[in-house]
């Protein structure tokens, strides 16, 4: 029906740059690094869990559920490494945005992984390992143990 | 861009810049205003698009439509037209108006304006090529513009509805001073689920329940997943200082309960609403049960 | 001490603010039942609205503090959790099983037979 004769380039250029419709923002991720070595620091690593997910768009209720998760494996570097690192981070992809939690310390390491994720419903709050509880409240999760080189606690929740 | 004549040599061509094509596109649409409105509408008509609305109406949104596409010619942004087409998508939408109609009738005004452009530039074959050239990249980005638009529009409003409709469904009652009744009925996904228990612990806080009745006898089935979760709710529901007193358990689901490693004899059950209500009147009229212990072994 | 506490009548009323630490919950503890013993309390009600989180140490330490409260011969109520908390808890498995719990204050000082709404014979306190 239409004709269609043979473009300029310079015609098709000058037309192909339309605003964007929104400001989009920049694709950094920034690490927050918050050192663990007493209980006091329980307190501050989930309150910047809790700004960071909320900055991130998470419901209240999950804000909750990423400091009580954050608060759960601050104490377990506390309890069994007596220091370590909390690690917060943003998380990017298609259009999605998450929070990146990761628990980090040179101590003693759990011998038996399999064993800690194993502990019931019931007893993981008096055993306080919390560890069956984080995986099953995050939408990922992951764990690196050695005896006698540390542990790492790598957990990942989308704000969908 | 170079404007201007070579002079002596035959085969050069003036060169107009882009912007000059547009503007000259613009006043042509400027001065044509009338008739392909009027065409536009007309064809709409003959298509039978935008049927839900009446030939005024048509007619008013075509105008609108018209002088926003002249403006983003003539300035090259698209906020207003944006913001034009949710403001449309938004009042048609209720009205039925589907996407094809939409798009087809944006598409037939991209066809009057350039049925008309052919029209005015006949006798001069290159100039018609450059004003095309300046004129169907915009075109275009014109029509998905609004397509688009409207299309996220409607997905806005069916998500809209969808929340409705499951928070409609699971509806908190507050039948006396109290007691709370939740009747279920249906699937319960996950999703649901989640929502059930925000509403409820909601409702708890605000009407200050120290009783709930869970009527399931609607719910045909649960997967341990759902039914771990109600669980939870129950035990959640204790923090918040009420008794979860669940009726309607079909033996699919008390066997999954079972499954999954909860204790029926703990868990507050009875046989149906009816007897589930008696027993919170019991409990409420009993000082002795007010505020919760639990005996839950979860 | 970090964590306010009334005496009302035969009850103790500890109100926590948020951002409580490990030491403050066992200073509080350590507090509530040393003060249970000093006034011959009843009951004793925590009352945690301000508290944001409840991890497993905060669950544990409320129930150990119920538990010596009651060797005590007192009641003790946890009032105030929030919707959001509660149902994080019990996906930890944090159900703070054995101590009672209610809504807000008035509600605890319902349980504990302090509520002057309802007349009527008073319910002996439990562990009286």
Same mark, same amino acid.
């Given at each position: 029906m239409?004709? /269609?004769?043979?473009?300029?380039?310079?015609?098709?250029?000058?037309?192909?740059?339309?605003?964007?419709? /929104?400001?989009?923002?920049?694709?950094?991720?920034?690490?927050?690094?918050?050192?663990?070595?007493?209980?006091?620091?329980?307190?501050?690593?989930?309150?910047?869990?809790?700004?960071?997910? =909320?900055? =991130?768009?998470?419901?209240?209720?999950?804000?909750?559920?990423?400091?009580?998760?954050?608060?759960? =494996?601050?104490?377990?570097?506390?309890?069994?490494?007596?220091?370590?690192?909390?690690?917060?981070?943003?998380?990017?992809?298609?259009?999605?945005? !998450?929070?990146?939690?990761?628990?980090?310390?040179?101590?003693? !390491?759990?011998?038996?992984?399999? /064993?800690?994720?194993?502990? !019931?419903?019931?007893?993981?709050?008096?055993?306080?390992?919390?560890?069956? !509880?984080? /995986?099953? =409240?995050?939408?990922?999760?992951?764990?690196?143990?050695?005896?006698?080189?540390?542990?790492?606690?790598?957990?990942?929740?989308?704000?969908? | &861009?170079? #404007?201007?004549?070579?002079?002596?040599?035959?085969?050069?061509?003036?060169?107009?810049?882009?912007?000059?094509?547009?503007?000259?596109?613009?006043?042509?649409?400027?001065?044509?205003?009338?008739?392909l409105r009027e065409e536009w509408a007309r064809r709409i008509t003959e298509a039978k698009l935008l049927t839900a609305m009446t030939k005024e109406e048509v007619f008013a949104e075509a105008t609108t439509v018209y002088d926003n596409y002249v403006?983003v010619?003539?300035?090259?942004?698209?906020?207003?037209l944006?913001?034009y087409a949710r403001n449309l998508s938004e009042r048609i939408i209720?009205r039925g108006v589907q996407t094809d109609e939409v798009v087809g009738s944006v598409l037939l005004l991209r066809d009057v304006l350039a049925r008309?452009?052919?029209?005015?530039?006949?006798?001069?074959?290159?100039?018609?090529?450059?004003?095309?050239?300046?004129?169907?990249?915009?075109a275009n980005r014109i029509a998905i513009t609004v397509a688009v638009g409207f299309v996220?529009e409607r997905?806005?409003? @069916?998500?809209?509805?969808?929340?409705?409709?499951?928070?409609?469904?699971?509806? #908190?009652?507050?039948?006396?001073?109290?007691?709370?009744?939740?009747? @279920?009925?249906?699937?319960?996904?996950?999703?649901?689920?989640?929502?059930?228990?925000?509403?409820?612990?909601?409702?708890?806080?605000?009407?200050?329940?120290?009783? #709930? *009745? @869970?009527?399931?006898? +609607? *719910?045909?089935? &649960?997967?341990?997943? *759902?039914?771990?979760?109600? *669980?939870?709710?129950?035990?959640?529901?204790?923090?918040? +200082?009420?008794?979860?007193?669940?009726?309607?358990?079909?033996?699919? @689901?008390?066997?999954?309960?079972?499954?999954?490693?909860?204790?029926?004899?703990? &868990?507050?059950?009875?046989?149906?609403?009816?007897? +589930?209500?008696?027993?919170?009147?019991?409990?409420?009229?009993?000082?002795?049960?007010?505020?919760?212990?639990?005996?839950?072994?979860? | 001490?970090?964590?306010? %506490?009334?005496?009302?009548?035969?009850?103790?009323?500890?109100?926590?603010?948020?951002?409580?630490?490990?030491?403050?919950?066992?200073?509080?503890?350590?507090?509530?039942?040393?003060?249970?013993?000093?006034?011959? $309390?009843?009951?004793? %009600?925590?009352?945690?609205?301000?508290?944001?989180?409840?991890? $497993?140490?905060? $669950?544990?330490?409320?129930?150990?503090?119920?538990?010596?409260?009651?060797?005590?011969?007192?009641?003790?109520?946890?009032?105030? %959790?929030?919707?959001?908390?509660?149902?994080?808890?019990?996906?930890?498995?944090?159900?703070?099983?054995?101590?009672?719990?209610?809504?807000?204050?008035?509600?605890?000082?319902?349980?504990?037979?302090?509520?002057?709404?309802?007349?009527?014979?008073?319910?002996?306190?439990?562990?009286?």
């Open positions: 239409n004709r /269609r004769p043979a473009r300029s380039t310079a015609a098709a250029r000058a037309h192909s740059r339309p605003p964007r419709p /929104r400001p989009r923002r920049a694709t950094v991720s920034d690490e927050m690094h918050i050192p663990i070595a007493g209980s006091q620091d329980i307190v501050t690593a989930r309150q910047y869990g809790r700004a960071l997910a =909320l900055e =991130l768009g998470f419901s209240n209720s999950n804000l909750t559920l990423i400091a009580t998760i954050i608060s759960e =494996l601050t104490r377990n570097i506390l309890n069994y490494a007596h220091h370590g690192t909390i690690v917060l981070g943003v998380l990017e992809r298609d259009g999605r945005r !998450g929070i990146a939690v990761e628990a980090r310390d040179r101590g003693p !390491g759990i011998p038996d992984v399999a /064993r800690a994720l194993e502990i !019931g419903y019931s007893t993981s709050g008096s055993l306080g390992l919390g560890l069956p !509880g984080v /995986r099953r =409240l995050m939408d990922e999760f992951e764990i690196v143990s050695r005896a006698g080189h540390g542990t790492t606690v790598r957990a990942r929740k989308w704000a969908s | &861009m170079k #404007v201007g004549r070579e002079s002596a040599n035959l085969t050069a061509v003036p060169l107009e810049s882009t912007a000059s094509l547009l503007s000259e596109l613009v006043s042509h649409l400027r001065q044509l205003r009338t008739q403006e010619l003539e300035t090259g942004t698209f906020e207003a944006q913001a209720p008309s452009l052919f029209a005015r530039y006949r006798s001069d074959f290159d100039k018609l090529n450059r004003i095309l050239d300046a004129y169907e990249p915009a996220e997905e806005r409003k @069916i998500r809209q509805q969808e929340e409705a409709i499951r928070e409609l469904s699971t509806p #908190v009652l507050q039948v006396r001073e109290r007691l709370l009744i939740l009747p @279920i009925i249906g699937v319960i996904d996950p999703q649901r689920a989640r929502q059930l228990t925000e509403q409820l612990l909601r409702g708890i806080r605000t009407n200050r329940a120290r009783v #709930v *009745v @869970i009527d399931i006898t +609607g *719910v045909a089935a &649960m997967d341990s997943t *759902v039914a771990n979760h109600l *669980v939870l709710t129950v035990e959640a529901s204790r923090l918040l +200082g009420a008794t979860v007193i669940v009726t309607g358990l079909s033996p699919e @689901i008390a066997q999954t309960l079972v499954n999954i490693g909860v204790d029926l004899a703990k &868990m507050n059950t009875v046989g149906d609403l009816q007897g +589930g209500i008696e027993e919170a009147e019991r409990l409420l009229g009993d000082r002795a049960h007010l505020g919760v212990k639990s005996d839950l072994p979860v | 001490m970090a964590v306010p %506490i009334l005496k009302q009548g035969p009850y103790l009323i500890a109100s926590v603010q948020s951002a409580l630490t490990d030491t403050d919950l066992l200073e509080l503890r350590t507090a509530l039942v040393a003060l249970v013993g000093r006034y011959r $309390s009843r009951g004793v %009600i925590v009352d945690v609205t301000a508290l944001d989180v409840m991890d $497993s140490f905060a $669950s544990r330490t409320l129930r150990d503090m119920a538990h010596m409260i009651r060797l005590r011969g007192a009641e003790t109520v946890i009032v105030g %959790i929030q919707p959001e908390v509660a149902f994080t808890m019990v996906q930890l498995g944090l159900t703070l099983a054995g101590v009672a719990t209610a809504l807000d204050l008035e509600e605890g000082l319902a349980f504990l037979g302090h509520g002057s709404r309802k007349p009527g014979p008073d319910a002996a306190a439990p562990g009286a």
